[in-house]
């Protein structure tokens, strides 16, 4: 089904916004501007609310030469609807087209602070090029400080040149996700609820039974099965400052360094306690890795160790969070009682997971036929990261198809049923090698809920 066939689809269901959308979009990129502003137009009609409707009308309008009418209905959409990041990016391009590069800098971060999918490197860069390089940060403090960037030491890219400025010292991540994104996943939430969010949200009950909130939490399970997401999501659920830190960023960037660093981000995090403070890829801090390179030393694995313990500070409503897909890398030092003493296995997403992650990939997209639960079904053993690649693939079909046809095609459930025939499931060999650990390595029962899933244990 293609163009002509959505366009009866909405003759015949006049008032179908989601529909009114998807055409609306495909007379614009044909550039049939009147025609796609006739579609949004209809849109606000009947919702006159509507982001996307009044971002198109936007994009129209600047399309046409009159960007400062675009500006004007953007301004008011970003009053209206603060956290909707696409209106700010495209405020963000306008800006520099525009010359003003300080503001398009300022609204590019704020587009890609709230949604984080949308960095675009080829806008930084041209942005960059023009001047703006400032990025005014949020300290832990909250108060705000410049930052001049040098273009000529500039390692990162995209996504990473605005994350990685902050990352490494002070790296608060905005709330911009719900475990409402995170697609099932059910019982790791629960888990969570009852290990992170009600410890921190009842700090005074937990105290009245002798229980502090705090401590660790590590996450472990199999790549690309989300946890990185769990733990962006979990910041949303909480109203805890919320600090993310990639062990290796800390690693690469301070050789030497590294201790007082670390030190220094668990007092940042202290500092603001009640607080999350999220270490991604914690089997980094493993001493017997053959890839040291990636590894830490034992003066910073012994510094890690102490400041879990808060044997130079209190670590009293701080909360240590931990991701790894290699737990039996980690010192077994972490794993005592009063340091990463909770453990959760993110295991693959089963079959209702999958149909929620697909509903996830699937939005803003055109689709026909979709079927999240016959997805699921043709996706056993896929990861969520899996998921991604069969949308990515499926997309990467109707684009062919499209630029064959010379108009625009939608993601059909068949080109997704073909995808997810030709995506491997990456899962499998984690769990052969978790399988080893699990049997012949479970101290203390750590691998449990692996032999569980395996069917290996009730
Ligand atoms: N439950 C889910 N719902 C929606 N998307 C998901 C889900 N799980 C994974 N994904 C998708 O897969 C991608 C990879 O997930 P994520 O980075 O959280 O995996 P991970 O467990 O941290 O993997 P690694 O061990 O490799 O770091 C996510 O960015 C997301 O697009
Ligand atoms: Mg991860």
């Known amino acids: 089904m293609e163009f002509e066939a959505l366009k009866a689809a909405l003759a015949a269901t006049p008032?179908?916004?989601p529909l009114?959308?998807?055409?609306?979009k495909m007379h614009e990129d044909r550039f049939e501007l009147a025609?796609?502003?006739?579609?949004?137009?209809?849109?606000?009609?009947?919702?006159?609310?509507?982001?996307?409707?009044?971002?198109g009308i936007a994009r129209l309008l600047d399309l046409s030469g009159e960007s400062s009418e675009a500006t004007v209905r953007l301004e008011s959409l970003c009053d209206r609807q603060p956290n909707f990041a696409p209106a700010w990016l495209l405020r963000s391009r306008i800006a520099l087209d525009e010359g003003d590069a300080a503001a398009a800098r300022a609204f590019y971060d704020t587009a890609v602070d709230l949604d984080r999918s949308l960095a675009d490197d080829e806008l930084l860069q041209s942005i960059l090029k023009a001047g703006g390089n400032k990025r005014i940060a949020m300290t832990s403090t909250g108060a705000s400080h410049e930052e001049t960037e040098d273009d000529d030491d500039f390692p990162f890219d995209g996504l990473d040149a605005v994350a990685a400025r902050d990352l490494s010292i002070e790296?608060?991540?905005?709330?911009?996700?719900?475990?409402?994104?995170?697609?099932?996943?059910?019982?790791?939430?629960?888990d969570i609820r009852m290990k992170i969010i009600h410890p921190l949200k009842n700090a005074a009950l937990f105290a009245a039974y002798g229980k502090k909130a705090g401590g660790g939490v590590l996450l472990y399970g199999p790549p690309g099965c989300g946890k990185t997401l769990m733990a962006r999501a979990t910041a949303g659920e909480i109203d805890a400052a919320f600090f993310s830190v990639g062990l290796h960023q800390v690693l690469d960037m301070y050789i030497g360094e590294s201790e007082q660093k670390l030190h220094k981000i668990f007092e940042l995090a202290?500092?603001?306690?009640?607080?999350?403070?999220?270490?991604?890829?914690t089997d980094a801090l493993a001493a017997?890795?053959?890839?040291?390179?990636?590894?830490?030393?034992?003066?910073?694995?012994?510094?890690?160790?102490?400041?879990?313990?808060?044997?130079?500070?209190?670590?009293d409503g701080l909360l240590i969070l931990g991701a790894t897909n290699a737990p039996w890398h980690l010192d077994g030092a972490f794993l005592r009682p009063g340091r990463f003493d909770r453990i959760i296995f993110v295991p693959p997403p089963d079959a209702g997971a999958?149909?929620?992650?697909?509903?996830?990939?699937?939005?803003?997209?055109?689709?026909v036929d979709f079927d999240p639960a016959d997805l699921a079904k043709r996706t056993e053993g896929f990861s969520g990261a899996d998921m991604r690649a069969v949308f990515e693939q499926a997309t990467e079909a109707a684009l062919g198809e499209a630029m064959r046809k010379g108009s625009l095609?939608?993601?059909s459930g068949k080109m997704l049923a073909k995808a997810a025939k030709d995506v491997k499931p990456s899962t499998r060999m984690w769990f052969e090698s978790a399988k080893n650990h699990a049997l012949y390595a479970n101290q203390s029962g750590f691998y449990d809920d692996v032999l569980v899933h395996l069917g290996l244990k009730k």
């Open 15 to 17: 008032h179908n916004v």
């Open 20 to 24: 009114l959308v998807i055409v609306g």
């Open 35 to 55: 025609e796609a502003r006739a579609c949004f137009d209809r849109v606000l009609a009947v919702e006159p609310g509507h982001a996307d409707a009044h971002l």
């Open 171 to 190: 790296f608060r991540v905005k709330a911009d996700m719900k475990f409402d994104d995170v697609g099932g996943m059910e019982k790791v939430k629960d």
């Open 270 to 281: 202290r500092k603001a306690a009640p607080a999350v403070l999220f270490f991604d890829e």
């Open 288 to 315: 017997d890795r053959r890839d040291m390179r990636q590894s830490a030393g034992r003066n910073l694995i012994n510094q890690f160790l102490s400041e879990l313990d808060g044997a130079q500070a209190n670590n």
């Open 354 to 367: 999958r149909a929620e992650i697909a509903k996830i990939h699937a939005k803003g997209k055109p689709l």
């Open 409 to 411: 095609v939608p993601v």
